[in-house]
């Protein structure tokens, strides 16, 4: 939902477009929370591989952490660092993105400023001072409860500019797609998490 939030502005998207993108994920990212890890538990992966099919599957790092703890500590461990790895990715996709949309836009001002992704770039400077441990943890447990409050705060605004009327003029395609990356996330686990898993 943080991605979908991140790429808004990126490419432009309206309010309402960008709530149905949260919804998609929302939605196939609870039912894969619930059925991914009995699948791999099933398949009988080694435990590195069945954090790393977690981490890579499934959309959200709250729903990668509930479905790795379904199996044990150390499945969720790796699954985590592999869903923050998909996460730092994000920043070259929204690059792009952003030179793709600024280009095509028309706009005769799309600089690089206005197009380039610096929350990405926050993230990444975010991420290493955490890294180096120089914060208390008195002040990062205030610092992630301001962050969940601006999430909500989001969150919430999208769903202020959301209504039924705009939904439907959306249409069923949204979560169409949605439904087929959610399929192919399924054969991911078995073809080629399965053959990795075995060499």
């Known amino acids: 939902a943080a991605a979908v939030l991140g790429a ?11 709530s149905i993108a949260v919804a998609t994920v929302v939605i ?5 929370m619930f059925l991914f890890a009995p699948i791999v538990s099933a398949l009988g992966y080694p435990v590195n591989w069945q954090g790393i099919a977690l981490g890579s599957t499934v959309h959200e790092v709250a729903q990668v952490v509930a479905a790795g703890s379904a199996i044990s500590e150390e499945v969720t461990d790796i699954a985590v660092i592999v869903k923050l790895a ?3 990715l994000l920043i070259p996709v929204l690059i792009v993105l952003g030179f793709i949309f600024g280009r095509n836009s028309g706009d005769k001002d799309s600089s690089i400023m206005k197009v380039f992704p610096w ?23 205030w610092i992630n409860i301001f962050d969940n409050f601006l999430l909500t705060m989001a969150m919430a605004a999208l769903g202020v500019e959301t209504n039924m009327g705009k939904v439907r003029q959306v249409g069923i395609k949204p ?3 949605a439904g087929v990356i959610f399929l192919i996330l399924i054969a991911y686990l078995f073809i080629p998490t399965f053959l990795a898993g075995r060499v």
Do not use: D, Y
């Open 28 to 32: 196939f990212g609870t039912i894969a």
């Open 175 to 177: 979560f169409l797609l």
């Open 8 to 18: 808004e502005p990126v490419v432009k998207a309206r309010p309402h477009e960008t």
């Open 119 to 141: 929350f990405a770039i926050f993230f990444v400077v975010a991420s290493g001072v955490n890294s180096l441990h120089i914060i208390p943890q008195a002040a990062l447990n």
């Open 86 to 88: 998909r996460v730092m």
